[in-house]
């Protein structure tokens, strides 16, 4: 009876020798899930991540660099303290702080770091640097942050902040991860690819204490991490810096170019704000509380902020005037206040009369030759065919359109064509009466501080301009910068017509901003008064200089302060001289735009 | 003169050289589960514990020689002796013994320490095998039962007491031996009817489904055989039964102490809580199954390296090879162990003696038992028990009472030519 048994037993234990292989062979060749868990568990990809570029200005001062910045980390398995006191004198904190930070790192984690002191400086890293030894499961941690040797320009290089739910959607490289720092504005943002670099990784090992075991492989699979690319901007930091101390307390923009480059010297807008405040990790408190003011320090006038160009337009008008033939140096028109109000001057004048003295009239019955051209009987569409001709010619100076600065958000301005008029009074219903507010630059025309001190460099080049841009060298190589910057832009009016402006320009500086005069520094300039329906006109002002040999293209905007002899003027004249002289020899003029009294 | 008792020829070698071959195995897997890469140690190295686990092998080696070289007749006749004096050094355990955990598993001097418990398994095999070999032994009556389950039960409740119940548990391997020497069919068919039934009971919430199951199956054997009354009284009572012991046993399961619940429960559902209870199944399984088919190669695992599976050099030590060798080195692991326990089988039908039969019966039943048990338990089949895997587990007297319990049957197999023919 007992012969089969041992048989039975032979089976059973063969039996079992098959359930464990099966079951092994499950979970070690079917089961691919074990493997990915196993290097969740064991395996630490840490991102290495590379130092942001610098830039620099277009002397090479530095701009922007980046700060390191230490926080002292705190693993609460290892912590431990024997002399409290003493610990508190050391790092320089409270009692309670101690408490808090450990209760809160305690509730994070017992075993992964968190931060017990958050932005230690340089000085005070030094200090606590020899006595972290004698406390274990302290340990310094390395960020760096955005920092800024002097508080300017903060609009033109923008700031960086932490990558958005939206943008790691649209970053379809997956270069990006959650906690990423990315540039957010300015030319932060607009190079963004140039000043990241490359991220490292690095696998390594660790053991279920979370202690580091070493690379994974010997650091087979690990890349280096790339610094970013260092810039060369435009901006010069000197010019930068005194625009920004003349602004102080003021509303508006300043944009000065060069005009044979298209590179911007200078770019403010006032009121302005410390770049090193959106840095850090109070970047999310500042940013809303600068946003909530109602001054808008976030807002960047000089490619935000649109006015209608005023007088200064008088001067595209004679431009396409002469280029068409309709105007003449010669051609004279009275002073006809009856078609629209004007200041006392001689009458009639000529076209450099009509520039010099900024007559309104003469621009009304010259902006009507322009348009009506009687190319059709019907004055309606007579009216129309020639708005349409005339706004293709003044596209090409810029206007209407963003220029493409190298910054996000720029605006376009507006220049109307005849579909707006159309869509106000019905088509076949608008004449030139109606319109004849264009002439003189005011009526349904914006231009921005920017597009206005292109115009400037557009007069200075006679005919031409580079569209104009921040960043002068990508990693020291100027041919490295995009090509639409390297691009000549023609306007269509030759360079003989711009002899008469410059001259008219440069005299009108006698008769509408004496302030302007800098004795041996012949400028050109135009004034101009942007009509603003809430309260005091805004003081406008382009201007170019030397003359002869254009070094820089300014537009000035001061928000309600009037005449544009006055604020814009005198500020436009002292960046000039500050730019090419390098010194202010009119302290009187630079005390009358610090006090800001433009109003009288 | 009288013939030397070292019969080298009829030693059986195929059995020696699984052994090395086991043990050797297993010393290279010891040295991987405490390998560090950062410390540079050598396997000799005798401050970790490859180290100190070739001092035992050296030792295994010694106290091979001695039974090798010992007359055979040694142990049948100190048999009862031996067994006398290991339920002495249980006894005394508890109160001498050096106490760890809540457990006093380990008894001597100084840094000597064994523990008792491993080596009363060769101890009761000796005793078994003594008292069952008389030709009048019959399992099939009660008071052999009696006689057979009280050599056995003594030493189970003396380990209880310390307390060790994955050690208790292995003695539930002589049933084994017992099945062999011929324990009626009945016990185990109803022993594996009532595990099957606690499984199900543990396994499926809703007791409704197993009170279907029963009756169907009660009225399946009762129209499968003839109807007597006393047949279906008997099968409805024995299902009536079951029915109210799959009630109860949720009840009883809660009455355990709460780690022995927590380990039964994982096995039914590993994710329950996998940083607690569940931490040592699911690592073990995670490092297990990270090895895929081939491995990932000598001191390349990491789960093991770096502490994530506890105990990984003693009770876990399959999951250093799970991981770094994989499916093909589990394999070669599993069918070793197969072939050693089928060799056994043969060894032990050909013994001229019942004693030198049972005994080796009852080597083939702790040995299966914990390698069952202790690979079961690393792949998640078996609740987490505390017991070796012979032969590789780290540990002197794990060692030690695995290879004493092995070469006793080697040396008794290499004098049958000796003994007389008793076998009935």
Redesign the interface.
Known sequence: ??DQ??V???I???L??A???T???M???V?????K???R???QRVVDHPYRGLIYDRNGKLLVYNNPIFDLMVVPKEFQVKDTTRFLELFGITKEHLIESYNAARKYSWVKPSPMIKQISTTDFAKIQDFLIDYPGLFIMTRSVRSYPEPIAAHALGYIGEISAGQLERDTLKYYSQGDYVGLSGIERYYEKELRGVKGVKYK?????GID??PFKDGEYDTASVAGINLTSTIDRELQLYGEMLMQGKTGSVVAIEPKTGEILAMISAPFYDPNQLTGSDFGKTYTRLNRLETKPLFNRPIMAMYPPGSIFKIVQSLIGLQDGILVPETTFACNRSLVACHNHPSPVNLFGAIRNSCNPYYHQAFRKIINREVSSNTFKDTEIGLNDWRDKVLKFGLGSALGVDIVGEKGGDIPSSKLYNRIYGEGRWKYSTIYSLSIGQGEMLVTPLQMANLAAIFANKGYYYTPHLIKAVDGDPSKIPAQYRYKNEVGVDARHFDLIQDAMAEALYGTANRAVIKDLVIAGKTGTAQNPHGEDHSVFVAFAPKDDPKIAIAVYVENAGWGGRAAASTASLMIEKYIKGEISRPALQEYVLAGNFIY | MRESDIHINRVDWVTVLLYFALVMIGWFNIYAAVYDGQAEKSIFDFSINSGMQLVWIFTAIVLITVIMVADHRLFENLSIIIYLIFIGILIVTPFFGKEVNGQTLSIGFGSFRIQPGEFAKFATALALAKIMERPTFDLSKTKNQMVAFGVLLLPVLLILLQPDTGTAMVYFSFLIMFYREGLPQRYYILGLGFIALSLLSLGIKENIYIVFGITALVIFLILLGKKSWQRIVAFSLIGLGAIAYSYSIDFVVSKLPEHQQNRIMVLFNPDLDPLGVGWNVTQSKIAIGSGGLWGKGYLQGTQTKFDFVPEQHTDFIFCTLGEEFGWIGSLVVILLFLALLYRLVVMAERQKTRFSRIYGYSVISILLFHFMINIAMTIGLFPVVGIPLPFFSYGGSSLWSFTVLLFIFIKLDSSRAQQLGRIN
């Open positions: 009876m007992n048994r041992p039975v037993i032979l059973f234990i063969f079992i020798g359930v464990l292989l079951k092994l062979f979970i070690q060749v089961d691919d899930s074990f493997m868990k196993a290097e568990n064991a395996i090992m660790v053991n279920v204490r075991k070493g």
